[in-house]
Every structure is written in C-alpha cells, then in structure tokens.
C-alpha cells in the first residue's frame, strides 16, 4: 500500500470556522491532489499540487486553498466552512509520467467531514 | 466539458462474469482508468489502458475503443469480495482524471 496518511479521519465543526486537512505521503511522489466524494457526483478533483510551493485549482477550488510546503505535506484548507462542503475528503499522489504520459493515483483512507 | 456515463448498479451472480461498460466525451484522452471503491474505503486502482485493445490482469480485463469513446472492465469468475463500486476515469490532461459516478456492482451467492 502506498504510504499516504490523512488526519484528521473524523471531524464535525460548525458553519463559518476554518478548517485545515492534513495529507502526509512517504513515497516521495511529486505529484499530490485533493478530492472531494459526493453521492451522484463521484469523486471531484479540488487541487492539486506538482511540487513544492507548484499548486493549481480543480474543478470545484472555491471555497478551498492548499499549500505544499514539503514534498511529503500537502495541506487543504477551508477557510470559512459551509455546510455544503459536508463530504469524504480524499488526498491522492502520483509519481511524474512515465513514458505512456500517465502514473496512477493511489489515494489515502479519507477524511470525513462534516459541518452543522 | 465532460461526460462520463456508467450504469449506476449491477446484480451477478458467485463464479459468474460481469462486464461494466463506460462511455465518455472529454475535452482532451490519453487514457482511462479503472478503479475499485469497497464501501467507506479508499478507491484502489485496476487498470490503465492507453492503447484500442484489451489489457488483461487476473480474473479483471480492461478494454479500450478510442474512436467510440468506450471501455469496458470484465470480472471472470466473480467472488463475493468483488462486490464494490468501480470507477472508470478518463485521463483528460496533464495528471488530471475525470472520475465518473460509479457502478456498484453486487455479487450473490
């Protein structure tokens, strides 16, 4: 299993206090991604990151910010969370392409949030 | 945009083959994945095609058309721990996946 840790596992918070999850890999893959699992929209890419301090958005970044300080961090952070960011956190690495262009994803155990 | 279109759910039954088809329109392919999701647990990756053909890996077969915008996965000799979802996710851009809705596939004895 790829060594990808997620904490916290649970949280419940309220509406309007930050929020920060945390993914830790010791692969040292350079690539790492944030997801999002909703039911009836599968999983939803948030950002993603491509190195140290290289961070781009995903399909459904409002609301979110990252940032990778360390190859082995990457940390997402809702900044006023709402209840509709209720969902299954999932952080994800990859190594660098290989020669057909693609490495697989190898996601961590998740993290389920909730907010009331 | 992307669509991504799977069956939500199949029935099959102990020792029998299912096949879960996907077919999708996205704006830039260079290849699909396939990976297994039990409930309340992390996806983990089956398959990779790149390449029109069929990849082969155990009793799992993966099956790729890229001028029909279709693949399917193939389970041979289904087991009760074959029950999951399965994802399909077409590889869109620069290590960017666009993850379908799943099929949930259940398995009877």
């Known amino acids: 299993d790829a060594g990808i840790t997620q904490s916290p596992r649970h949280k419940v918070t309220e509406t309007g206090t930050p929020v920060t999850l945390r993914c830790h890999q010791t692969?040292?893959?350079?690539?790492m991604y944030w997801y999002r699992q909703d039911p009836g929209h599968g999983l939803r890419l948030i950002h993603y990151s491509y190195g140290v301090k290289d961070t781009d958005k995903g399909e459904v970044s409002d609301g979110y910010s990252v940032s990778r300080s360390k190859t082995e961090d990457f940390l997402l952070t809702l900044e006023s969370a709402t209840s509709s960011q209720t969902s299954v956190y999932f952080c994800?690495?990859?190594?660098?392409?290989?020669?057909?262009?693609?490495?697989?994803?190898?996601f961590g155990d998740g993290t389920r949030l909730s907010i009331l | 945009g992307q669509n991504i279109d799977q069956p939500t759910e199949m029935t099959a039954t102990e020792g029998a083959i299912v096949q879960i088809n996907c077919t999708y329109q996205?704006?830039?392919?260079?290849?699909l994945f396939w990976y297994q999701q039990h409930a309340g647990e992390a996806p983990t990756f089956l398959s990779y095609n790149v390449l029109d053909g069929l990849e082969e890996k155990g009793r799992f077969s993966s099956f790729l058309s890229r001028s029909k915008g279709y693949s399917y996965l193939l389970l041979k000799e289904l087991q009760m721990k074959d029950s999951a979802s399965y994802l399909c996710a077409p590889h869109t851009g620069f290590q960017k996946l666009v993850f379908g809705t799943g099929t949930r596939l259940l398995v009877s004895p």
């Open positions: 994800a690495i990859s190594e660098s392409p290989g020669g057909d262009g693609n490495q697989p994803q190898h």
């Open positions: 692969e040292n893959h350079r690539y």
């Open positions: 996205t704006s830039g392919f260079n290849g």
